[in-house]
């Protein structure tokens, strides 16, 4: 019995230190969502997302990406919340050391959308971490005066953690708005 209830003990711990841990992984990430001219345009930052860990990788010549999942959903009273749309938006970053520039490039959906080569440093963790105004989606079919939310999660690649936590979905973080046309 006292083998269970030490048992029980450590898991509930185990629990809430990885609660934790995400809580403190979605501080680092803001979101916020605006609708104009019939579109959701959505801003969003990663505070936290560049680690030394991430720093080491990329000027190891290692290709970086930071991909964001990005929904526009609608809470459903004692359901699941709907998911109405859905985008990837990737930032990547291979740094040459030969010549000491960075290619940089933005994808949406799997699609090349931007592309450039800067020898600026300063440049490399915005473009990585931060999105202004992205339009994503489009409002036809959202309702007037309903609540919708936008959620984002963060994911890294290579994943800069040494152990495998099959929990663990990157930061994530979420910013409502009633729609009004």
């Known amino acids: 019995m006292?083998?269970?209830?030490?048992l029980a003990l450590a898991t509930a711990l185990l629990l809430a230190a990885a609660g934790g841990a995400v809580l403190s992984a979605a501080?680092?990430?803001?979101?916020?969502?605006?609708?104009?001219?019939?579109?959701v345009l959505v801003?969003?930052?990663?505070?936290?997302g560049f680690t030394p860990e991430v720093y080491e990788a990329i000027h190891s010549g290692l290709p970086t990406t930071f991909a964001y999942e990005i929904e526009l959903r609608r809470s459903v009273p004692f359901w699941i919340d709907r998911t109405l749309a859905a985008a990837t938006v990737a930032s990547s970053v291979k740094?040459?050391?030969l010549t000491r520039r960075h290619q940089l490039g933005r994808t949406l959906d799997g699609r090349m959308e931007e592309s450039r080569v800067t020898e600026d440093e300063g440049e490399v963790?915005?473009?990585?971490?931060r999105f202004e105004r992205v339009p994503l989606f489009r409002t036809t079919g959202l309702e007037a005066n309903v609540e919708y939310y936008v959620r984002v999660r963060a994911r890294t690649r290579p994943r800069d953690a040494w152990f495998f936590w099959p929990w663990d979905r990157g930061a994530a973080a979420s910013a409502s708005f009633t729609f009004i046309p």
């Open 43 to 48: 801003s969003f930052e990663l505070a936290d």
């Open 27 to 39: 501080d680092g990430l803001r979101v916020m969502p605006l609708v104009r001219d019939g579109r």
């Open 95 to 97: 740094f040459d050391n």
């Open 2 to 6: 006292r083998t269970f209830g030490r």
């Open 125 to 129: 963790r915005p473009w990585m971490t």
